[in-house]
Every structure is written in structure tokens, then in C-alpha cells.
């Protein structure tokens, strides 16, 4: 089983994500440390500080990583919900999001871009076209331990097919920060 955690950068994925990786029956595979690592992008966009992923390349160079040992392989990014058919979408209010992303120093053209994609329910809406499943999870003013209490809940379900309260409680559409206000 594949699952992707997606979500606009800084809603908490890698921090959840790196808590994962000591669950002896989870692969974790943070993309895009591997992105970088093994140049799987096919140019570099200066313009908004970014590398344009491959994602063909990116899809089989996950699917040789896969070790069927592990009965989860969890893929940590924001562009996971491209090669997943199940995701968790990390969801954060815009406010607190800005306040993150500026602390990791990223331009004011990137801030803004991404408190939009954040508002505007941008890789939701993404997941909900692509995914088959598809978990939505509200981290605003949450710990990493709790919303890994509620992953790891999610990952039960799905691999004792016991799905039907967290699909309502964790249903997609749930989180709404279109009423944000943009400096």
C-alpha cells in the first residue's frame, strides 16, 4: 500500500513524516530530498526558486525504491498525491502557514503563492481529481504527535479495510480558509 501526505509546504508533512519513519513497518520516502538528490526534475524555474519535478521519472525510480517488506510505503511531499492513489492532505490555516514559511526564508512572491494555493484548496482539489482516496486533516494549532495519532488511526483503517468513520471523519472538503484575507 502507497500513501501519499500532501499539502502545501509547511502544513507539517516532513515533521510528521520523520516521527513515521521509526514505525519498524513503514517505508518512508521524503521525495523531495530525492528530487534533489538524484536530479529527477527536468529544469530549474530561478524565477520561483523551484526545480519543475519529472514525474514519470519520479514514479519509477519510486516504484524501484518500493521494499515489499514494508506493508506501507509512505511518500512524504507535495507532489505525492501525484503518484499516489491514497493521501492524506495536510491542511494549515494560511495565517499561521505565513509565519512558517517566511521562517524558512522564502521569498515574498513564494509566501504568497503558496498561502494562495493554501486558501484556494489547490492540492485538495488536485488529490480529489487524481486519488482515490482521499483523507483531509486539519494540523492549525495542532502538536506533530497528535496529527501522527490521527495518520497513524488513518493507515490502521485502511489496512484493516475499516474505513467508513474516518472517510466522514477525515472527509475531504471539511477544511475551509477561503474566507482568509490576504495582506
Not at 516521527?19 to 528530487?35: D, F, G, R, S, T
Request: aromatic share 8%; net charge negative.
Amino acid at each position: 500500500m502507497i500513501i501519499g501526505i500532501t499539502g502545501t509546504p509547511g502544513t507539517g508533512k516532513t515533521a510528521v513524516t520523520k516521527l513515521l519513519e521509526k514505525y519498524p513497518l513503514y517505508q518512508v520516502i521524503h521525495l523531495n530530498e530525492l528530487i534533489q538528490e538524484e536530479k529527477l526534475y527536468s529544469e530549474v524555474d530561478t524565477e520561483r526558486d523551484c526545480v519543475v519535478a519529472d514525474m514519470e521519472l519520479i514514479y519509477s525510480r519510486v516504484m524501484e525504491l518500493q521494499d515489499f517488506f514494508y506493508p506501507v510505503m509512505i511518500i512524504d511531499s507535495h507532489l505525492s498525491h501525484h503518484i499516489s492513489d491514497i493521501v492524506i492532505v495536510l491542511r494549515t490555516s494560511p495565517a499561521i502557514l505565513k509565519t512558517r514559511l517566511e521562517k524558512r526564508k522564502y521569498s515574498v512572491n513564494k509566501v504568497q503563492e503558496n498561502l494562495e494555493a493554501e486558501a484556494l484548496d489547490i492540492i485538495l482539489a488536485e488529490a480529489v481529481d487524481w486519488c482515490g482516496t482521499i483523507f483531509e486533516l486539519d494540523t492549525t494549532g495542532r502538536t506533530v504527535e497528535s496529527t501522527l495519532q490521527d495518520i497513524d488511526r488513518i493507515i490502521k483503517g485502511l489496512q484493516n479495510s475499516d474505513t467508513k468513520d474516518l472517510e466522514k471523519e477525515y472527509r475531504p472538503g471539511t477544511v475551509d480558509w477561503s474566507d482568509y484575507i490576504f495582506d
